[in-house]
């Protein structure tokens, strides 16, 4: 790690509480917004909450799967810009965010080949516009609602590739931990381990710097506290 000389970026505002969602009309500020999700999300009654919660959502797509691939988000890019939306609210995990992320690229004529285009490096990385999104993360690990970059798969090759831009942050994440408490506990453990793996990675990594070194630390330590003591020696049961 090198102490002489570093550079730290992370844009994104971060606003964290329990019932933190019920503010969102707030942030959305009257845009007209798209809601992005996936099923599993629809059957756990989340995406309800969000629309209680305000009368500017325009549309919902919730037909996220699960790693993401080229050929389901084509879809999905088509779909939502039949609409006209001034802001995306993606809620669910890093694929549903991920997903977002890419949604939110476009050129003049929101063609989705230009954004297939950028993320497998075969355009020049200019002429593009970005709709802001606020995204509500309900596991943890992903780490996409405060990153500029988002996964996409391409199962025929083989391959994943990461649609990278230095804009392409979140304008806001919201962690509102009540939303995980209806996660299977699985997934809860899954993405707890994943959280722990990210942190790891992160303080080795090449490019690391003292500051996330210091948020990388401080991570490990309280999934170490937390996550172990309450979800392997007490048993939690999630439902």
């Not at 790693?67 to 694929?95: C, M, R, T, V």
């Not at 992320?101 to 950028?118: D, I, M, R, S, T």
């Amino acid at each position: 790690m090198n102490l002489d000389s570093f550079s730290y970026h992370m844009p994104t505002k971060i606003i964290y509480g329990r019932n933190s969602l019920k503010d969102i009309d707030i942030y959305i500020n009257k845009r007209k917004a798209l809601l992005i999700t996936s099923q599993g999300f629809v059957k756990r009654g989340l995406i309800d909450k969000v629309v209680a919660y305000t009368d500017n959502i325009v549309e919902v797509i919730s037909s996220v799967k699960s790693h993401p691939e080229f050929i389901d988000i084509e879809k999905i890019y088509n779909q939502a810009h039949k609409n006209k939306f001034e802001l995306i609210i993606a809620i669910g995990g890093g694929s549903v965010i991920d997903t977002a992320k890419f949604v939110a690229v476009h050129n003049k004529n929101k063609e989705y080949k230009f954004v297939k285009g950028l993320t497998k490096g075969e355009i020049e990385e200019k002429d593009y516009k970005i709709i802001p999104i606020i995204s509500i993360p309900t596991t943890a690990g992903t780490g996409s609602e405060v990153s500029p970059y988002s996964t996409i798969w391409d199962m025929q090759e083989k391959k994943k590739y990461s649609l990278s831009l230095p804009d392409l942050f979140c304008e806001l994440a919201i962690y509102d931990p009540v939303l995980t408490l209806s996660a299977p506990k699985q997934i809860t453990i899954q993405t707890g381990l994943d959280t722990l793996s990210h942190a790891l990675e992160s303080i080795w990594n090449k490019n690391a710097s003292p500051i996330t070194v210091s948020y990388a630390i401080q991570s490990a330590k309280l999934i170490m506290e937390n996550f172990y003591v309450n979800i392997v020696l007490k048993n939690i049961q999630f439902y």
